[in-house]
């Protein structure tokens, strides 16, 4: 364990003795480097975000959670720690604040997100049974709900006649994310719900289900399941691993709607998935699931990864 210790502090006693001589002989700080030598996107935005977190200085350690509102007043400050001009180098501050924007906003997404998990659905809160109910219609809108309590719920893949306990694990969230894909991609969710029910009915030939050999083909409850991958969606972004992501796709902060946007890829890529892993019955869910984040996980290791859906519930937000 002491061992550990002395060799972290040498490698960082090196690592700032490695800083100080490459200004000396580039005549650049750490971040005008970073800004410089590496492409928009993940890779410079990481790069920026490891600097400012690992300086020494209090002014760069902060800068990561500053407001919004103050970030261009943070750069300045940062500019001038650093003895740099402006005038000279202006695309640094423009880099800079591309950077501060989408690492901040990563943060007040998480935020975001964290406050709707924690909210329970509320059978007394009238916006939350509108929610509900426009669930039901966006995937059923041939089939009127009979009543609010109703075994039709099991249709669209609730596990009882009252929606409302489902939502416990993932509060709100949940029903967000399932309400944005039925209603954002229609087509595509209605499509996947009918598959989950009917497997064999998808959008594989004859031919790919015999040389799959499929004798049978399992579905699995298309709500349930969004609550699940929500659960899996929430997990990578808290984790840090969706910085990948929209690092690569929001030229500023990351959004709520850019967060659904990846659920909605993330329901519609589990569902092939599932189906070209044919579990012999619903028990290898959680094994199936597993597999599946450990695909998208490596994926998101790639730092010029952007998972980009092409569905309608992507168009106006991927902006490469």
Known sequence: MLFQVCLYFYCKFLWRCLKFVMRKL?????????????????????????????????????????????????IEDI????KINPDINPQLGISLQACLLQIVGYRNLIADVEKLRREPYDSDNPQH??????????????????????????????QGDDPKTDFRGMGLLGLYNLQYFAERDAAAAQQVLSDSLHPKCSKFSKAEWEKKRMDKAIGYSFAIVGINITDLAY?????????????????????????????????????????????????????????FRKRIIRQLQNPDMALCPHFAASEGLINM
């Not at 500019?79 to 650093?82: A, D, H, V, Y």
């Not at 972004?237 to 946007?261: M, R």
């Open 26 to 74: 580039t005549g650049r700080c750490e971040l005008q480097r970073i800004c410089y030598n590496t492409k928009p996107g993940a890779s410079r935005t990481m790069k920026i975000e490891t600097s400012l977190r690992d300086s020494k200085s209090k002014l760069l350690q902060t800068s990561v959670s500053v407001h919004p509102d103050a970030i261009e007043k943070t």
């Open 79 to 82: 500019m001038e720690l650093k």
């Open 129 to 158: 049974e509108e929610m509900l109910l426009k669930l039901w219609k966006f995937l059923k809108p041939n089939t009127p709900l009979e009543s609010r309590i109703s075994k039709q719920w099991c249709e669209i893949g609730f």
């Open 235 to 291: 997990n990578l972004l808290v984790s840090g691993a969706l910085k990948t992501h929209f690092y690569n796709i929001a030229p500023e902060a990351p959004t709520l709607s850019h967060f659904q946007q990846t659920f909605c890829y993330l329901m519609h890529e589990f569902h092939k998935f599932w189906i070209e892993e044919d579990p012999m019955d619903i028990m290898e869910f959680n094994r199936v699931r597993e597999k």
